[in-house]
Nanobody, 113 residues
């Protein structure tokens, strides 16, 4: 069965770092587009970062220069390295695969001192 599982969320202080993982099972990450989204309470889900099968990457303006998306095919995992974290980064983070249309269950990131 094809599925995505996110992990790595938690409580982090402002200015800190965190690495989120999105691991696939039932298919491989060497094709398609993998996107990290996030949704804060009362807000719409927003795109955070995207990894294309070509290796190209894209980022929301709000995270450029702070977050980095990468892929490890050997582990069938896509990572979101979050640096210089801000309180406004608090959200549930989800990964998504296109064209399969898969979503993970999400991992919570809470930024607080």
């Amino acid at each position: 069965q094809e599925q995505l599982v996110e992990s790595g969320g938690g409580l982090v202080q402002p200015g800190g770092s965190l690495t989120l993982s999105c691991t696939a099972s039932g298919f491989t990450f060497n094709t398609g587009v993998i996107t990290w989204f996030r949704q804060a309470p009362g807000k719409e889900r927003e795109l955070v970062a995207r990894f294309y099968s070509t290796g190209d990457r894209g980022y929301a303006d709000s995270v450029k220069g702070r977050f980095a998306i990468s892929r490890d095919i050997s582990k069938n995992t896509v990572y979101l390295q979050m640096n210089k974290i801000k309180p406004e980064d608090t959200a549930m983070y989800y990964c998504n695969h296109l064209p399969l249309g898969l979503w993970g269950q999400g991992t919570q990131v809470t930024v607080s001192s």
